[in-house]
């Protein structure tokens, strides 16, 4: 059982937006601005998307935005293209001896 | 540009050892944390080990501390993941990632291409 709680899968139509939730805990998520987002599409390594909580790295396209509210981190993508179809993790550091934790990974279909 | 190149997986039977190197370039490897997060096959990402700039902290997760050692020789821009006493459960890709700041805190903006460890009888 992972640490962050993410839905197991989400759906959107090409031009639609989805939100993928990630709810931790007050050792996390709830405590510290260190949440970040990646995206791994089939049989590839993780890609960085967003980092602390609603940062965006250079090339990512502004599409993607993050958020956090309480104990809940926020990944969301607006005009959904065929492209962003892929398993997305939360991630964030954690005050307990783990010092980092991932959650379940959501699944990402563009219909 | 940046670039971690992971190697050294393999097929080794349960209580054997195994090292793992990540050869880094593109960016002042002496200067920033150094993360190893697996991948079980069809599973999700778990963070394994850390590694501070200058290899004087380092720390890990429940399921490997006491069995796994991460290192680094700066010397060599090469990060490495000693596992000894390997189980079945330890059956994942390995993947190196660089920590997004100097520090280890904040999540980890370039990955490996990671390397299979298979652990089997």
């Known amino acids: 059982q992972s640490a962050l709680t993410q839905p197991p899968s989400v759906s959107g139509s090409p031009g639609q937006s989805v939100t993928i939730s990630c709810t931790g805990t007050?050792?996390?998520?709830?405590?510290?601005?260190?949440v970040s987002w990646y995206q791994q599409p089939p049989g590839t390594a993780p890609k960085l998307m967003i980092y602390?909580?609603?940062n965006r790295p250079s090339g990512v396209p502004d599409r993607f935005s993050g958020s956090k509210s309480g104990n809940t981190a926020s990944l969301n993508i607006s005009g959904l293209q065929a492209e962003d179809e892929a398993e997305y993790y939360c991630?964030?550091?954690?005050?307990?001896?783990?010092?980092?934790?991932f959650g379940g990974g959501t699944k990402l279909t563009v219909l | 540009q940046v670039q971690l190149v992971d190697s050294g997986g393999g097929v080794v039977q349960p209580g054997r050892s195994l090292r793992l190197s990540c050869a880094a370039s593109?960016?002042?490897?002496?200067?920033?944390?150094m993360h190893w997060v697996r991948q079980a096959p069809g599973k999700g990402l778990e963070w394994v080990a850390v590694?501070?700039?200058?290899?004087?902290?380092?720390y890990y997760a429940d399921s490997v501390r006491g069995r796994f050692t991460i290192s680094r020789d700066n010397s060599k821009n090469t990060l490495y993941l000693e596992m000894n006493s390997l189980r079945a459960e330890d059956t994942a890709v390995y993947y190196c990632?660089?920590?997004?700041?100097?520090?280890?805190?904040?999540?980890?903006?370039?990955w490996g291409q990671g390397t299979l460890v298979t652990v089997s009888s």
């Open positions: 007050s050792s996390d998520v709830g405590s510290y601005n260190r």
């Open positions: 602390e909580v609603s």
């Open positions: 990632a660089k920590s997004i700041h100097g520090g280890y805190y904040y999540g980890f903006d370039y």
């Open positions: 590694i501070s700039y200058d290899g004087s902290n380092k």
């Open positions: 991630g964030s550091y954690t005050s307990t001896n783990t010092l980092w934790v």
């Open positions: 593109g960016f002042t490897f002496s200067t920033y944390g």
